[in-house]
């Protein structure tokens, strides 16, 4: 039997405070399992509001799918009752797992807001409205969890079905709603969050026609092919790196560059499951749009389900804990799409642009806001890079943290000083008091000529706080500034390294600091990276003017330069 790459290297761990259950991460804390407890009461209530009586307000009874162990054997928590909406029941049961289990897994709950702009975005590339009667075909979620995403297009065809045959519509529903989870206690709350939905379809049905609802999510791995194709995918898929067998990765490969993250197969998987109209409606983090070990699935999507719409969430809360990068919902589209709408949800909807539907393997510049969007669809036209201007870019080799014992905060023999991202901060090369502590490394056999960096070049952090203003955060490690170094020195990873491969580069490379400082590449950069960290990848990938533009800009400095290149990027 294939085990799922969510319950991989998972085993049956118990401790205190926490209750048996069926779920392949184990046991499950006390507290998650009392908001399962409370599940039954909760249904009980919301029946009996929808005009049912008897065995009907017996959740095991009315539903065709079993309760946990877990839901029978806990003291229910009290806080549950009929005032608590669906979204709130599966976010308490998704905060109330360990951290471990949810950082493992990547389990995260859409709140309410995203999922119903993810479902308008949907709609809207399928060319349905909510009078509907009828979904258009089946809509999966492969990593429904409690079943959030798909709450709203259920509630539309709730409310359509019941002017309508609502015996007919009950049966319809396995064959318009799908969820699958690898959390059996998940799915299980997902059944009866769904089931609820439909309690006034159920309620106009004759009593002795009544039957139980069907189970609506079912435990599985959201990978797996599926056996009927689906007009809609929607999801908010596990996030994560994760390793796979040689047999993942084979089949895998059309859309893996070095690791593989969970959120980027289940993108895949769901293109696959799309039938030859069918949309899919993701909430993922932007790190798709630009990473390089995203770069085959940016292919893959550009063939067969090109961006559609995207729209940026500012607020970053909440949705992906501890990942420092923005999240979108992207809505993909089997037809061709020319053109893709961008917005930028920041507690309202603000329309950014119209950009033409990005293609190809490379990063894809899409603005986040208006006003960079001038600069993006500009730079889009650009095809020269960083190579061609006669520079590579590296990432610092020291990895502090491997070479502990060999830093020092004082001079010692054999040793070099190290330049860290805090001391190119503010676009001059200092050395910052925070580092002092570890301002020297002592050379290895074989550091010389991996670590040691003894020419000029610009420097570039590579990751920056989400607070900070600018995402290119620029310094010119000149001739003099080197010498002022000891003419020798160690970059450290946080650190991206521009030196020139050729004798004469396009721009100089002073030049070349300056411009990358400016606020129009800034802008540019903005449009291009998916997170915080501003990798050499993304660096390399940068656009840029004509040759004839760039060699003029060498006999230019300061507010002269900085026009210059605004003008060329039409700032």
């Known amino acids: 039997m294939t085990i799922p790459l969510l319950a991989r290297d998972l085993g049956a761990r118990g401790s205190r405070g926490q209750v048996a259950g069926p779920d392949p991460a184990g046991p499950i804390p006390r507290d998650a399992a009392a908001i399962l407890a409370a599940v ?107 079943g959030s995403l798909l709450l709203p297009p259920l509630r539309e065809y709730v409310q359509t079905a019941a002017r309508t045959d609502v015996e007919v519509a009950l049966a319809a529903l396995p064959s318009v709603i799908e969820g699958i989870d690898a959390d059996p206690n998940a799915v299980w709350l997902a059944n009866v969050v769904l089931a609820v939905e439909a309690l006034p379809l159920l309620a106009a049905v004759p009593t002795s026609r009544r039957r139980p609802f069907h189970a609506l999510a079912r435990c599985g791995d959201g990978l797996e092919p599926c056996e009927r194709p689906a007009r809609v995918e929607l999801q908010n898929p ?44 993701a909430l993922v983090p932007t790190s798709f749009t630009s990473g390089l070990y995203f770069s085959r699935l940016r292919e893959t999507l550009s063939k067969q389900a090109p961006l559609r719409e995207a729209a940026f969430v500012a607020d970053r809360d909440g949705i992906f804990a501890n990942v420092l990068q923005e999240t979108c919902l992207a809505v993909f589209t089997r037809r061709h799409a020319r053109r893709t709408a961008i917005t930028c949800l920041n507690g309202h909807v603000e329309n950014v642009a119209q950009v033409k539907s990005p293609r190809g393997s490379g990063p894809w ?31 610092g080799p020291l990895v502090w943290n ?16 190290i330049v860290w991202a805090a001391d190119i901060d503010g676009g001059t090369l200092h050395r910052d008091k925070i580092r002092d502590g570890m301002r020297f490394v002592k050379l290895c056999d074989g550091d010389e000529s991996v670590l040691v960096l003894a020419e000029p070049a610009v420097l570039v952090q590579r990751t920056t706080a989400p607070e900070q203003v ?23 990873n946080h650190v991206n390294v521009l030196r020139p491969t050729v004798a004469k580069p396009l721009l100089n490379r002073n030049t070349l600091a300056a411009v990358l400082a400016t606020d129009t590449l800034d802008r540019v950069t903005r449009s291009l990276a998916g997170s915080v960290a501003v990798s050499a990848y993304e660096l390399e990938s940068l656009p840029f003017p004509d040759a004839r533009t760039l060699v003029c800009w060498n006999s230019l400095s300061g507010a002269d330069l900085a026009q210059a290149v605004a003008s060329a990027y039409r700032v």
């Open 40 to 146: 039954p009461g909760w249904w009980a209530s919301l029946a009996g509001e929808a005009g049912l009586s008897g065995s009907w307000l017996d959740v095991s009874l009315a539903i065709d799918s079993a309760p946990p162990q877990a839901a029978l054997s806990a003291e229910p928590e009290p806080s549950i009752g009929a005032g608590t909406d669906a979204w709130a029941l599966g976010a308490a049961y998704v905060a109330a797992l360990s951290p471990q289990v949810r950082a493992r897994h990547g389990r995260h709950y859409t709140p309410a807001n995203l999922a119903n702009r993810l479902w308008t975005m949907t709609r809207r590339a399928l060319s349905v409205t909510p009078r509907t009667a009828r979904l258009p075909g089946l809509i999966r979620d492969r990593a429904c969890g409690a």
């Open 470 to 492: 600018r995402r290119l955060v620029v310094a010119d490690l000149s001739p003099e500034a080197l010498q002022d170094w000891g003419g020798r020195l160690v970059v450290e």
């Open 365 to 395: 510049l899409l603005p986040r806001r208006a006003d960079d969007a001038p600069a993006a669809a500009v730079a889009a036209t650009f095809t020269v890079r960083l190579a061609d201007l006669g520079y590579r870019c590296s990432t």
């Open 238 to 281: 596990p996030y994560g790196r994760v390793r796979l067998t040689q047999e993942e990765r084979d089949r895998w490969g059309h859309v893996l560059y070095g690791h593989a993250n969970l959120y980027g197969l289940f993108v895949a998987a769901a293109v696959d499951g799309l039938g030859a109209d069918g949309v899919l409606g």
């Open 402 to 417: 491997r070479r502990k014992p060999d830093l020092t905060s004082d001079r010692v023999q054999g040793s070099l000083p």
